[in-house]
């Protein structure tokens, strides 16, 4: 679906009005009733457009369900049933395990058994009157499995087919679930797990990234600075632990590569779990199979998993062993190369593995633009925001900045024709048009608020005419 779409089918009737004579005309030739109503579907918002993922009909109790919302509900009463027969499978499965056990132990055939159904199973009776006894209580708990199941899913249905509880004077309400897919862009807000949020400034071609010596280009450059006034070192130390945990992943991985012997893998594996493991976490690998070794070594390949707890964490010293382990540098910085010059960087970076995640503060929903539009009642000025098509706000620091450089027709343009000198703003707007490019500045309608202010404490103020 794109911008203007419509989504929702709905027509409102139009209150009684006088017809003007084109009406008349109209309603003569098309009929009556044709033009007693309005459109107001629901349409999808201008410069959107996605994928419907999910539509949900919600209908008053008492009304009669349209197709549509009783397709939702064969639908959701299907999956129910599908989840709980799910559920009852694994329960039965379980039961008739331990009925099967006492039959054959009760001295049935196991052959018979099988070629028999397993509803029939419970229909045979056993000579041991303690086996017999055990099976007819196994039969209970299987009746009883089946009526819980009957009223979970009696208890569902009745949820689903239930009318809605809504808002007074509504009859039905339909929601519809748009899937929309944004590639990132600058401008969009990403963040780490320590309060590090910030702007993307730009999206490089991955050959402009630095590289290592490798060759391997970094994913995300994030400035130095963001770091010492704020002091969440954290995101520091979360770089060298990843740095440390690729680091382990990787020799493990040229281990694996050059098939070296088992028990090498295994005392190696054995040095990165030992490193500042709690004692309630020790792992002893020799427990495990050459084979298990193996499949551990085969997870670990691409990097080894390591979680550290809030005020129990890896201290500075565990950090640099297990860099030390992985060998690289203790610092947790490496030489970085240019990827447009191929020139190497003065100094040393650090560079690792962290988190990042975008965040919902694209900016695609936030970009916008109006010229003319819609105006506050009492002050005329234009009201603010997106979702209600407003203008920027030109506040008191912006008044000085213009003031400092003497900009004083721009000023008065400012404070008069682009806000609320009515008057002014519908002439110039008539000008504009008529292509005559000038502007007559009059009173502010903030003005004449100011006034009714003072008026409004019992202090006359009034303009008089030279």
């Given at each position: ?12 009737p ?14 003569a ?44 509900e ?38 018979k ?18 086996k ?5 209580q ?70 402009d ?178 979702a ?10 912006e ?68």
């Amino acid at each position: 679906m794109t911008g203007g779409d419509i989504l929702v089918g709905k027509v409102t009737p139009k209150g009684e009005t006088q017809l003007t004579p084109e009406e008349k005309l109209l309603r003569a030739i098309f009929g009556e009733k044709a033009s007693d109503v309005k459109d107001s579907s629901l349409r999808v918002p201008n410069g959107v457009s996605g994928t419907v993922i999910d539509v949900q009909v919600f209908t008053r109790d008492g009304v009669e369900k349209d197709k549509r919302a009783l397709e939702i509900e064969e639908m959701q009463l299907k999956q129910a049933k599908k989840d709980l027969s799910e559920e009852l499978q694994i329960l039965e499965a379980g039961l008739f395990s331990r009925i099967y056990a006492v039959l054959v132990s009760g001295g049935v055939e196991a052959e018979k058994l099988d070629k028999l159904p397993r509803d029939r199973w419970l229909e045979l009776g056993l000579t041991d009157e303690e086996k017999q006894n055990q099976l007819e209580q196994l039969a209970e708990q299987y009746d009883e499995l089946k009526h819980e199941f009957e009223k979970k899913l009696e208890a569902k249905r009745r949820k689903i087919t239930q009318g809605d509880d809504l808002a007074p004077g509504v009859l039905k309400i339909v929601k519809v679930y748009l899937a929309v897919k944004r590639r990132i862009q600058p401008g969009d807000k990403m963040a780490g797990r320590h309060g590090n949020k910030g702007v993307i400034s730009k999206i490089n071609p991955i050959e402009d990234m630095p590289h290592d010596a490798n060759g391997t280009p970094v994913d995300i450059v994030l400035n130095p600075l963001g770091v010492p006034s704020r002091m969440n070192i954290g995101q520091i130390l979360e770089t060298h632990l990843g740095m440390a945990a690729k680091g382990i992943g990787d020799k493990i991985n040229a281990m694996l590569k050059q098939q070296q012997e088992v028990a090498k893998l295994r005392e190696f594996i054995q040095r990165a779990y030992d490193l500042g493991a709690d004692v309630r976490q020790k792992v002893d690998l020799n427990t495990f199979s050459d084979e298990e070794v193996l499949r551990l070594a085969e997870n670990l390949r691409k990097g080894m998993p390591i979680a550290t707890p809030v005020f129990d964490g890896a201290k500075e010293a565990e950090i640099k062993e297990l860099l030390q382990l992985g060998d690289l540098p203790t610092s947790g910085q490496i030489t970085l190369f240019d990827g447009r010059t191929g020139e190497q960087f003065e100094r040393p970076v650090t560079v690792g593995y962290m988190y990042m995640l975008k965040l919902n503060h694209l900016v695609d929903d936030k970009m916008h633009a109006r010229s003319t539009g819609s105006y506050s009642l009492v002050t005329q000025q234009p009201l603010g925001g997106k979702a209600q098509f407003g203008g920027q706000r030109f506040g008191e620091m912006e008044v000085w900045a213009l003031e400092a450089y003497g900009a004083a027709y721009t000023l008065q343009e400012m404070l008069t024709v682009k806000s609320d000198d009515v008057n002014g703003r519908t002439k110039m707007y008539k000008n504009i048009v008529d292509g005559n490019h000038q502007m007559e500045p009059g009173m502010p309608e903030s003005f004449n608020v100011l006034l009714k202010e003072i008026r409004s404490l019992g202090i006359n103020i009034e303009l008089e005419d030279e």
